[in-house]
């Protein structure tokens, strides 16, 4: 129900400050996709078990359909809308379409930025890191060892750049 007299959550999305009046309990998801129209986030399980909804919040994964809009409240939200572009895509982007890693593609946005918050932690992963990194990310239609090659491709051409 909308409130008039609701104050504003103010937080930063792929660099741009925003401001979203929505009840705060509103999954940070839905206020993604549907107020600000940020659609790359998938919903898969909508209870913290797939990852298909996860987005960078101060540097690390996090579950979008599990996180209230209050606890992104002043800070910094990454979707893959700002990974990167078409014109200048991501090591991470252009390593899944190296190694074909997508199927029919649901999880690939969960995944990236997952891919992407763990590797600024841990810029040179073994196969092992990696595949820990990714075990909250399902896949159905079971592309996992070209997701795991493609992470580990992007870490090889983040080093050399
Ligand atoms: S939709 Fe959020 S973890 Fe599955
Ligand atoms: S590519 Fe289809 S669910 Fe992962």
Request: net charge neutral; glycine share 8%; aromatic share 4%.
């Amino acid at each position: 129900m909308s409130n008039p007299d609701r104050q504003p959550t103010r937080l930063t999305v792929n660099g741009k400050a925003v401001e979203v009046t929505a009840d705060p309990d509103t999954p940070l998801l839905f206020v993604l996709r549907e107020s600000l129209g940020l659609t790359a986030t998938h919903l898969g399980c909508g209870g913290n078990q797939c990852g298909a909804c996860h987005v960078i919040v101060d540097g690390f994964a996090v579950a979008s359909c599990d996180a209230p809009l209050w606890s992104a409240a002043g800070k910094e939200v990454t979707t893959l809308e700002g990974l990167g572009t078409a014109e200048a895509p991501h090591a991470l982007q252009k390593a899944f379409i190296a190694e074909q890693a997508m199927q029919c593609g649901y999880c690939i946005s969960g995944i990236m930025m997952t891919a992407a918050a763990f590797l600024k932690h841990k810029p040179n992963p073994t196969e092992t890191e990696v595949r820990t990194a990714l075990d909250r990310n399902l896949c159905r239609c079971g592309a996992h060892n070209r997701i795991v090659r493609a992470v580990l491709r992007a870490a090889q051409e983040m080093a050399t750049a």
